[in-house]
């Protein structure tokens, strides 16, 4: 990593200093708005189907490990994605009753709420700390158990069309593509029709450090998801921590509440 520019145009050349202060920079980007820290439950029609448990089924696991990159990333707990896939036969058991009974107590290892940041340049000859983006390891186990868990909720909120049709974001089989051919055929047609085209575009800066947790935990009450599930998911997304790394310094670890 080049040298940095920190407070007062001071040249920063020691890799330690250079973790801590991009430390500094990314849990200031984080927002933690004043908002009580308890979900705040909105009103849920009561026909809305829902989920508040998932199964964890061996074979998922395993299917789950053998999509694991052969990364050999250093993680919190030291345990690489590759471990995992070469042990496979060996682990499949042991992590399935690990993940159903953080799922049944709706709690996860403090480990896999710890991260190891890598800072990746957003530009070409980066100067200042905001010039770097973080790019968290967390423990194979974590995300082999996230993965599941996000498929299981992708396909309840896809089966039950609990998304506007019109939202193409963090979709599967959706994308910035399907999003500009719907939008070009809605401007052939108004065009082919005399009418006039109106559009207003957002840009949400730092969108997902700044979500409230409570709002998110609340919204995903609204639209279905409880029980268990969403209590380990709340709890997925408290206290989690985060240590910079720069060659071999770390740096101070932080908290996001």
Known sequence: MPSLIGQNNQLIFSNQIKSDILADQFVSVFSNQNLSSQPFFLSRHPQIPTISTISIDPQIVFDTISKLDNSNNTSPDCIPNIFYKKCRDALVIPLTHIFSLSILSSKIPSIWKK????????????????????????????????????????SFIESHKILPACQHGFRKSHSVSTQLLEVMDDFTFALENKNSVDIIYFDLAKAFDTVPHSLLISKLHKVGIQGNLLSWINDYLTNRTFTVRVSNHYSEEKTLH
């Open 115 to 154: 991260a190891i940041i890598n800072p990746i340049p957003k530009k070409t000859n980066p100067q200042y700390p905001i010039d770097f983006r973080p790019i968290s390891l967390l423990c194979s186990s974590s995300k082999i158990l996230e993965k599941i868990i996000s498929n299981e909720l992708q």
